[in-house]
C-alpha cells in the first residue's frame, strides 16, 4: 500500500471512531442550512480536533494541490470546512491532473485567469449538501449540487468504484472519509453551468439574426434570468426559477431561405401573414414559437404519446403549437425527429442541440420553421408539467428519470398554476396536503415521467388549471389515475358515490360530464389505469382551455383514505 493510499486508510479510521458522536451532533439539530456568505470561519483557520474536515483534508492529501488553491482562491476553502451540526456535503474533487486538463478546456494556463466568482460557481458545482455513502451513491441516478444543478450518475459497470458524472465528470475514487463529509476523487472535472439560455444563443456569434429578434421582442431578458425573488401578499420571500427550451436557427439556416438580417425576417412574415397583424406582433409570434416555457431534451420532445408517433407542444406564442414527429428505425440521429413533418419539415441538428444552461435548454434547427398550425393531434398533457410545481419539487425528484425507491411528497397547492378551494367539511385524509406532487415506485411505472398530482380537496372542493394548447376540432378525452389499495372503497363504492367529479372545459355546459373514475378501474391490484371522461368534446379554436373539476363525493370529507390521484390527460382526435 503506497503512502497515499495508507494515510487516506489511517483517516478513515479515524472517521469511524468519531462518526458516533458525530451523528449525535447532526441529529441534535436540524436548523443549520449551508450559506456560504455567512461562514462562521471566514478567514480564520479551521481544524477539528476529532478529524479533518473536507478542505482541510484535502491539504493533507497528496495530489489535490490545484483544487486547493481553487477553493482558497474563491473564498470557499473554509465553507467547505463547516461541520457545525446539521452540515455535511459530498464533495466530487477533480485531482491535479483533472483541473489541469480543465484549465485547458477553458483555454487558460492557471487558475488566476478564471474569476473568482466563476471559481466559486465551479466548487459550488462539484458540491452537495449531504454526506452520500458509497453504497447509496451507486444506486442514485442523479444528485442536486449547491447550485439546486441535477448531477446525472451513470455507474460504469466495467470498473468497480467508478462513475461518470454528466457525461463529463470521471469518478475515479469513492467515499474518502472526511470529518463533515465524503470526497468523491474525479480524473476528470464537470464544466459549471453559468451560461443562460441567451448566452448560450449570442456566444460564438452564429446567430446573429436570432439574438437581434429575441432583443427586439424582450426575450433576450427573459432567457437570460435565471432566478427571480419577489414578495407575497405576507411579505415573505418567493423565490421562481425560470427554465426554457428554445429552437434556435443559426445565420446560415436563415440565409438559405433568403434572410440575412432581422429586418429581411420581418419582411418574410410580413409576406406570410393572412391575419392583418402588426409588424411587431408577427415577431414576436414568431420568436415565441420556437421557444417553450420548460426544459426538455429532444429526447423529451420526441417522446411518443403511447402508440402515437406525433406529439404536439404548445409555444410560448399565443394559441400557437408545433408537432414532434418520431421516426423509430430512422439510420440516423438527424432523421430521428421532425417538426412540423406535413408543413415545412424541420430537424434538429445533433451535434448543436441538447446543449444545457443554467436556465434550460438549446437545440439548433436545420429550417427557419415560420408558424404553422398544424392538423388535429393527440395531445397528453401531464398534469406535473408546470414550471410552477417544478419551483416548489427538488430537482432531483421532479419527473425523475426512472421510478423512485420510494415515494417522494411535496405539497404543491401553492403553485399558481392551480385555482382551487376546499370543501367546507375539509378533509380526513392527512397523509397528503391539499395538493401533492408525489413520485412513484416501481408498482406505478406506468405513471407518465413517473409522478402524479394527489388532490385532496374535500368534498365540494374544487380546482381548475390550464390545459397546454389544443388544435381546434373534435377529441375523446381520456384521464389516466393511480389506484392504490385503500382506494377500493371508491372502486366498490362501499363508502360514498365512488368519487363522483364534475369535469369541465371552459365552463360550458357542452363541455361538461359527471364521471367517477376510481369505479371504472378493471381489479382490486394498484396500478395505473385509464378511463374515459369525455366521449366527445368540441374545441372551436386552437387555444389552451380551462379543465375544472368538483368533487361530489361526501366521502371526500369522511374517509381518510379518500384522494384523486391524477397522472395524465389525453386527447384523442375524432375524425
Not at 493510499?5 to 489511517?10: A, V
Not at 443559426?250 to 419582411?267: C, K, N, P, V, Y
Not at 363541455?511 to 374545441?539: H, M, N, R, W
Request: charged share 20%; with cysteine.
Amino acid at each position: 500500500m503506497n503512502t497515499k493510499i495508507m494515510k487516506r486508510h489511517l483517516i478513515g479510521l479515524s472517521f469511524i471512531i468519531c462518526h458516533l458522536s458525530f451523528v449525535m451532533m447532526l441529529t441534535s439539530c436540524d436548523k443549520d442550512v449551508f450559506d456560504v456568505n455567512s461562514d462562521p470561519f471566514k478567514d480564520q483557520t479551521y481544524l477539528n480536533s476529532l478529524a479533518s474536515p473536507i478542505s482541510t483534508f484535502l491539504t493533507e492529501q497528496e495530489g489535490f494541490g490545484e483544487y486547493v488553491k481553487a477553493l482558497r482562491y474563491s473564498d470557499m476553502f473554509n465553507a467547505l470546512n463547516q461541520s457545525s451540526s446539521g452540515v455535511s456535503f459530498t464533495a466530487f474533487v477533480p485531482n491535479d491532473e483533472a483541473m489541469r486538463e480543465f484549465y485547458q478546456r477553458r483555454g487558460v494556463d492557471s487558475l488566476q485567469q478564471l474569476s473568482r466568482e466563476y471559481m466559486r460557481q465551479f466548487i459550488l458545482y462539484h458540491t452537495v449538501k449531504d454526506s452520500i455513502l458509497p453504497d447509496a451513491f451507486v444506486q442514485k441516478k442523479q444528485v442536486q449540487n449547491l447550485n439546486q444543478d441535477v448531477i446525472t450518475i451513470a455507474i460504469d459497470s466495467l470498473h468497480a468504484g467508478q462513475a461518470t458524472l454528466n457525461d463529463e465528470g470521471r469518478v475515479i475514487e469513492m467515499g474518502l472519509s472526511a470529518f463533515n463529509g465524503k470526497v468523491y476523487v474525479l480524473s476528470r472535472a464537470m464544466t459549471p453551468l453559468v451560461e443562460t439560455v441567451f448566452d448560450r444563443v449570442n456566444d460564438g456569434g452564429r446567430s446573429t439574426v436570432m439574438v437581434d429578434a429575441l432583443r427586439a421582442t424582450g426575450w433576450d431578458k427573459k432567457l437570460s434570468t435565471v432566478v427571480d425573488t419577489t414578495l407575497n401578499a405576507d411579505r415573505q420571500r418567493v423565490i421562481t426559477h425560470y427554465y426554457y427550451t428554445l429552437l434556435n436557427v443559426t445565420d446560415a439556416t436563415f440565409q438559405r431561405a433568403g434572410i440575412s438580417s432581422l429586418e429581411q425576417l420581418r419582411q418574410q412574415l410580413r409576406q406570410a401573414d393572412r391575419d392583418g397583424l402588426t409588424d411587431d406582433s408577427l415577431l414576436r409570434e414568431y420568436v415565441g414559437y420556437h421557444i417553450l416555457q420548460n426544459q426538455y431534451t429532444t429526447a423529451a420532445l420526441g417522446a411518443m404519446n403511447g402508440s402515437e408517433v406525433t406529439r404536439i407542444w404548445s409555444s410560448s406564442a399565443k394559441n400557437q403549437v408545433f408537432t414532434v414527429t418520431v421516426d423509430t428505425l430512422a439510420a440516423t440521429e438527424a432523421d430521428r425527429y421532425t417538426i412540423n413533418a406535413q408543413s415545412q419539415p424541420v430537424h434538429f441538428v445533433p451535434a448543436a442541440s441538447d446543449v444545457l444552461s443554467k436556465n434550460g435548454y438549446v437545440h439548433e434547427v436545420d429550417g427557419w420553421m415560420p408558424v404553422w398550425e398544424p392538423e388535429q393531434t393527440a395531445v397528453l398533457w401531464d398534469l406535473a408539467d408546470y414550471t410552477d410545481i417544478k419551483n416548489i419539487v427538488d430537482a432531483q425528484y421532479y419527473q425523475p428519470a426512472e421510478p423512485t425507491s420510494s415515494e417522494q411528497r411535496f405539497r404543491v397547492g401553492q403553485a399558481p398554476c392551480f385555482q382551487y378551494e376546499l370543501g367546507e367539511a375539509g378533509s380526513s385524509n392527512h397523509n397528503y396536503s391539499d395538493i401533492d406532487y408525489v413520485t412513484c415506485k416501481s408498482n406505478m411505472k406506468e405513471a407518465n415521467n413517473y409522478d402524479r398530482i394527489v388532490f385532496n380537496v374535500g368534498y365540494m372542493g374544487h380546482v381548475s388549471m390550464q390545459t397546454p394548447t389544443i388544435v381546434r376540432g373534435r377529441y375523446r378525452v381520456e384521464l389516466t389515475i393511480v389506484y392504490m389499495t385503500g382506494n377500493n372503497f371508491m372502486r366498490q363504492q362501499t363508502d360514498g358515490n365512488g368519487g363522483l367529479l364534475k369535469m369541465s372545459f371552459d365552463d360550458r355546459d357542452d363541455c361538461t360530464t359527471f364521471t367517477a373514475p376510481y369505479t371504472k378501474v378493471a381489479s382490486p391490484l394498484p396500478g395505473v389505469y385509464t378511463s374515459t371522461i369525455f366521449d366527445e368534446v368540441q374545441f372551436p379554436e386552437t387555444a389552451s382551455h380551462t379543465f375544472s373539476f368538483v368533487i361530489l363525493d361526501p366521502a371526500a370529507s369522511t374517509n381518510s383514505n379518500f384522494s384523486l390521484q391524477f397522472d395524465c390527460i389525453r386527447f384523442i382526435p375524432i375524425d
